[in-house]
Each structure stands twice: as C-alpha cells, then as structure tokens.
C-alpha cells in the first residue's frame, strides 16, 4: 500500500505509556471516533488492565492522530483492539503502518497469530492486511453495529 500523499512521512510512531500525558489522547480519539457515533463513551469501557497492553499511537507533532492496543491473550495469541485513524489521515497507509508495527510486537512476544473483532464495514481493510473472517457476523452485547471474528497467522 503507498503513501500517495505523503503524510505517513510526517508521522512519528511510539509506545504510550498509560501514565503519561498522551493516554489522555487515546481515550478523546477513541471516544470521538468508535464510541460517540453510537451515543456511548469510552468511560464506560473497561479499561483498567489497558497498562498490560502495547498501546502504539502516531502523532503529528505532539498530535495523536491514530493508535491501536495489542493484548495478550494466550501464550500463543494476541489480540488486536482499538485500530482508529483520524478521518482526515485516512487512506494514506496509517492503519497499515500501525499494525505491521504491532504484528512484529507481537512476532517478539512469540505470539502465532492475531485476532480481531473487526466492523463489519472495515473488514475489507482488515482483509487487504492478510487478515480472514471466522465465523458468521454478530452484534457485541452493548453494541449497534455487526462484528465479525479475523485472524491472521503471523
Ligand atoms: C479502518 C481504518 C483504521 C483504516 O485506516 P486507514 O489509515 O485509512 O487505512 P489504510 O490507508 O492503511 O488502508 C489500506 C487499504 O485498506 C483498504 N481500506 C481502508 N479503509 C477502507 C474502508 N473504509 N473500506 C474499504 N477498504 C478500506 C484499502 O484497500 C486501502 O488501500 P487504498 O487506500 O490504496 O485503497 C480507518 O478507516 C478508521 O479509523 N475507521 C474508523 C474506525 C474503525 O472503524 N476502526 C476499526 C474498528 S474494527
């Protein structure tokens, strides 16, 4: 996938810690781009085990403009949560970027595959990744918009 415009080269990626400042960041993206369209929050997710997860953001300047969490979720799998872009960076290789990048974190932790409950309007973008659909789509409890299990092996 290319960067046609050019803005993936104007991004630095690192790792959030949950006690620093850019945390902050991370729940007003997530709650502005996955949560409030619903008419929820993101205080009403649980979080409080997030310090566990490898939380990675791209930053424009001192801007979060897109994160995604990798968990632990078995000695042999990791879970992958959270995957939002801001809409004015998209379809510039970002989502891609961050999740290569948390594919060779969880390659480090000797983790053979990913999994993802992915929207049912992005499976697409998941797909392009290497990423296959399990099972048949369903609503999360709490939830207004169809899921769908991917996996991919690493
Ligand atoms: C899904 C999302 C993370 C993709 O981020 P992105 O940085 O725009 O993705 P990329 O630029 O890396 O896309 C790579 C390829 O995936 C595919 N793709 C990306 N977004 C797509 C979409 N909305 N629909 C269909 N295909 C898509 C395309 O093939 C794209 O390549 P192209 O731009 O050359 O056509 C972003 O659209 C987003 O934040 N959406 C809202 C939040 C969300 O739904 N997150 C997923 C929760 S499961």
New binding site residues.
């Given amino acids: ?2 960067d ?1 415009s050019g803005k993936l080269d104007q991004l630095n990626f690192r790792i959030i810690d949950t006690d620093s400042d850019d945390y902050g960041q991370t729940l007003l993206i997530r709650h502005e ?2 949560r409030r369209p619903l008419g929820k929050s993101i205080a009403e997710d649980d979080l409080s085990r997030e310090n566990e997860d490898c939380i990675l953001g791209a930053f424009y300047g001192e801007q979060l403009i ?1 994160m995604a969490t990798l968990k632990d979720s078995s000695e042999k799998d990791a879970l992958l949560r959270y ?3 801001d809409e004015t ?9 961050i999740i290569l990048r948390l594919e060779e974190e969880a390659r480090r932790r000797n983790k053979k595959s990913i999994r ?4 049912i ?2 499976v ?2 998941y797909e ?2 290497g990423y296959s659909k399990i099972g048949e789509p369903f609503i999360p409890d709490n939830h207004s918009v169809v ?1 769908v299990w991917m996996a991919r092996d690493l």
Avoid: C, D, Q, Y
């Fill in positions: 996938m290319a046609k781009i996955l897109a995957v939002v872009v960076w998209r379809r510039s290789g970002i989502g891609t970027a993802l409950m992915a929207r309007t992005v697409p973008f392009n990744l899921h």
